[in-house]
């Protein structure tokens, strides 16, 4: 996906935004965090150097103070950038400090789960054969459809879930039907079988609110325009034809928010007292719509935390216009122009 896009699935979910359209602490000290990954691998990562953390009115904090803020919540969501790395290994320490401060081992007693955008609903007893120690990695990789660079970006979740044994959800409505829906319109999920059925959230689900609407009419126009923009560069000389996006398409998107709200409401069932940290990309996260949203229908009364995580070349430079509406927190992650994210 665009480093400038927070999470936008395209509904083959490749991860390019040009094709989704077409188709469609205090800061004083600074804190090293060093995460050794199951064989050997280590990530370390600085506040204040790799990433800061604020909160809604702009205040530096800390990654303890996120835990702190959420001891009494039953969700943390967390929105990340999928290609910010920095994002990824702040991610593996944050899940060590949820289950240190809040875990059933030396914490709070709770039951920690582990729930992830990054894979869908219908590979879940092969995630639970791995977490189980049934099948091995390997073929775990073949039969659950993981995400590009899953080794490099969460491949130490779902270690570290192993290693402390909590429970992972595989939270994703399956792409076969959310590109049913892109195609088709949501109403083309009724015709499915009834097992197809068990992996998607109650039909019909709900649509997106007129703010998610915004938000979704905001950030298409940004990509349309950019697509737009670099059509007319590689050819000066003929008009590109404009871009039109599949009304379908906020439809298909919605759908993966509804699934991943009604798996969170179904795993809090499953595991009464419990604390859900779940990981998705940060458009599903951001502005109080999205999951959020969903997790209020499908469970009232749900107490939730929100955590955005975005790139920035100066992680010292919040904006109140930009930053304070994302979430409770957000962490800006150094990313250095020469990376070339934006």
């Not at 003929?238 to 179904?266: F, K, V």
Request: net charge negative.
């Amino acid at each position: 996906m665009s480093p400038s896009f927070r999470c936008v699935h395209q509904p083959l979910m490749t991860r390019s935004i040009g094709l989704f359209v077409t188709l469609v602490f205090v800061a004083a000290a600074s804190v090293n965090a060093q995460v050794e990954a199951p064989h050997g691998a280590t990530s370390s990562i600085a506040d204040g150097v790799d990433y800061r953390v604020y909160d809604r009115n702009g205040q530096v904090t800390t990654l303890s103070a996120i835990v702190d803020g959420s001891l009494g919540a039953e969700v943390l969501l967390v929105g990340e950038e999928h290609d910010d790395m920095v994002g990824h290994a702040f991610q593996t320490v944050l899940l060590n400090e949820v289950v240190r401060r809040i875990g059933s081992g030396s914490g709070a007693g709770r039951t920690v789960v582990l729930s992830l955008e990054m894979f869908e609903r219908d590979v879940q007893y092969v995630v639970d054969e791995y977490l189980a120690g049934l099948i091995t990695e390997s073929h775990f990789l073949r039969s659950s459809r993981p995400w590009d660079d899953y080794e490099g970006r969460y491949r130490p979740l779902v270690e570290h879930a192993r290693a402390f044994g909590l429970p992972v959800i595989a939270a994703n409505a399956p792409r076969r039907y959310v590109n049913r829906v892109t195609n088709e319109g949501p109403e083309s999920l009724e015709s499915l079988s009834e097992q197809a059925l068990r992996y998607l959230p109650p039909l019909p689900y709900p649509g997106p609110s007129d703010r998610y609407r915004a938000q979704w009419d905001a950030l298409m126009t940004e990509a349309m325009l950019g697509m737009q923009q670099a059509s007319a560069r590689e050819s000066a000389a003929t008009q590109a034809p404009r871009a039109e996006l599949n009304p379908n398409a906020i439809y298909s998107q919605a759908l993966w928010d509804a699934a991943m709200g009604h798996a969170i409401a179904r795993a809090l069932v499953a595991h009464l007292g419990g604390f859900v940290v779940h990981m998705a990309g940060s458009f599903h996260v951001e502005k109080g719509t999205g999951i959020l949203e969903r997790i209020a229908d499908y469970r009232p009364g749900t107490r939730v935390k929100t955590l955005v995580m975005t790139k920035a070349n100066d992680i010292d430079a919040w904006s109140e216009e930009d930053h304070a509406p994302l979430a409770d927190f957000v962490v800006l992650t150094r990313n250095p122009p020469e990376s070339g994210g934006s």
